[in-house]
């Protein structure tokens, strides 16, 4: 492979791989906030 | 009777989603598109549209889904009636059901090819028939007649859309979730071994004629003259657009399932994050640089000419598996696995905004709702089946699922940031939001997006014959637009078929009363659609609150 396509390569995954893990992380480790009451129902 | 099924986790949400957008196309279209695209510079149109379209659609349709979920609707019609006093909006939302109904028909059809091609992978049918001979047989185009069912298709189609409607009835966290929880990572692994497998491979192996590097230089090569090219980003764009499942309503469904405090700026992000790290890193590191190795780089560019990888994953690699001894029949499961994998959790997704319909607006059971959409897929997708050979099925994949798709994006995107406004809709986006979403989107969705939008839609329109700069010259110089015949004009107007009619000289019906016939059935769905959203609305029930 040339440089140039090396380059392009890793620059593109590692930018996808940061977010991808970033933000899968923070769903992983921030909770989901409890609906007040009845939300369910709402409507 | 509105639906009371919530998430059970906040994971299990996010892998359905991630699942709804992660589809075949992720290992097929998107590396053919990359590859006759300008490679690596393919992939810099491909992340500005992705930040500039992708995620901002993402946010608006979680966001138009968790309002309308708050208000008892999980289908589109519902949804887009609670933006804004126009009557008028719920019939937008038709597209919404009407996409999801029959891209779920012919969807469930190539979703059971890959199952049926996982159980040919295992017991060595790849070894005695070579699958150029298989497939056309398979789907009964040998059969010399247009109207002739081909039987082992029908069976795998019955199986699969059988498997969809019971995780469907099991419900969201025991049906759709279970199936996320388990197809994802499942996906992710087989990719991630393919993909090993295929870049190990080198030039003394038996068969290999080439490095997969090679393949992979070439996706990965940046042509920036290609930058220049309106057809790469026009492209880029309808990739990004097609690849997040944006413009179906499906993501609407399963985000009205999220209580209205919690997080969806977050989610949406790591789902439509996951699904480029699915697509760009696994679906450009699996078929080209093992096709590459076996047959060389200018087979395969001739082989996803068109922008598909179609005929490479399903008529191709099953041959070039042979070369791998005892591994072969793993790999093809393996590679069938993960296309089913990425098939099923989108079809799940097209199935559930159509049981929130029926169960919200038109008061069915649950179950009863499950079996209705079984039922209409089933007569829907009979039509693929059976008259495949007739151009049914290419007719439902260009209606469905892209012309209907981006009319949609189009006008929710319109309808969210002009009609619904953008101080309730950045409102609603930010709400409980875990993260901090930039400033700046809030100009680049009122704007930029339905803009990136209308350029796909009005790019799909008149799509030209040859380049767009060589359409412009045409038209600047006295020769008129060279319109394709696969643009949408084009196809309304049967463009390049010089010999259109009905009824060929022995009185027999021909490919374009096929294709007509289909326009004509989908456009009555569409009807259909809109008459029961009509009969929903004027229900004395919903009168009466």
Known sequence: MTTSAWLMLAVTWSVITFFTVRFFLAVLRTPMRPGPDGEDDAG | MASSQRWGTRVGLVLAMAGNAVGLGNFLRFPAQAVQNGGGAFLIPYLVSFLLMGIPLLWVEWAIGRHGGRFGHHSSPGMLDKLGPQRWLKYVGVFGLFTNLTIAAYYCYIESWTLAYVWHSITGT???????????????????????????????????????????????????????????????????????????????????????????????????????????????????????????????????????????????????????????????TILIPIATAYLGLELVQAATMGGSGFSLGFLTLPTLFNNWGWFAPIAGAMWFGLLFFAGITSSLAMGQPIVAFLEDELGLMHKRATLGFGAATLAL?????????????????????????????????????????????????????????????????????????????????????????????????????????????????????????????????????????????????????????????????????
């Open chain 2, 381 to 545: 997708g009979f039509v693929c089946v059976w008259l495949y050979p007739g151009g049914s099925f290419d007719e439902f994949d260009f209606w469905s699922g892209t012309f209907a798709l981006v009319a949609f994006a189009l006008g929710e995107s319109i309808i969210f940031a002009w009609i619904f406004g953008m101080e309730r809709g950045w409102e609603e986006i930010t709400r409980g939001a875990d993260m901090r979403v930039p400033e700046y989107f809030r100009f680049v969705i009122k704007y930029i997006t339905p803009g990136f939008i209308l350029l796909v839609f009005v790019g799909a329109l008149i799509q030209p014959a040859a380049g767009w700069g060589e359409a412009f010259a045409s038209l600047f110089t006295g020769g008129g637009w060279p319109l394709s015949p696969s643009s949408v004009i084009g196809r309304v107007l049967h463009v390049g078929d010089a010999d259109y009619r009905w009824f060929d000289d022995s009185g027999g019906l021909t490919r374009a009363f096929v294709q007509d016939a289909t326009r004509l059935l989908l456009t009555f769905v569409f009807i259909g659609i809109a008459l029961l959203v009509r009969k929903a609305w004027r229900s004395p029930e919903r009168r009466s609150t």
């Open chain 2, 126 to 284: 790849f070894r005695e028939i070579a699958p150029t001979e298989f497939f056309p047989a398979y789907l009964g185009v040998t059969e010399g007649s247009m109207f002739a069912v081909p039987r082992q298709a029908f069976l795998w189609f019955l199986a699969t859309l059988a498997l969809n409607v019971w995780l469907l009835t099991r419900g969201l966290a025991r049906g759709i979730e279970l199936a996320a929880k388990i197809g994802m990572p499942l996906l992710l692994l087989f990719g991630a071994v393919l993909a090993v497998r295929g870049l190990l491979l080198s030039p003394g192996d038996p068969g290999v004629v080439q490095s997969p590097f090679v393949g992979l230089n070439f996706v990965w090569e940046p042509q920036m003259s290609g930058l220049l090219n309106p057809s790469t980003w026009l492209a880029a764009a309808g990739q990004v657009f097609f690849t997040l499942s944006v413009g179906m309503g499906s993501i609407h469904c399963y985000a009205a399932y999220v209580k209205h405090e919690q997080d969806i700026a977050l989610n949406a992000a790591a789902a439509g994050w996951m699904n480029e790290f699915v697509e760009v890193i696994l679906g450009g």
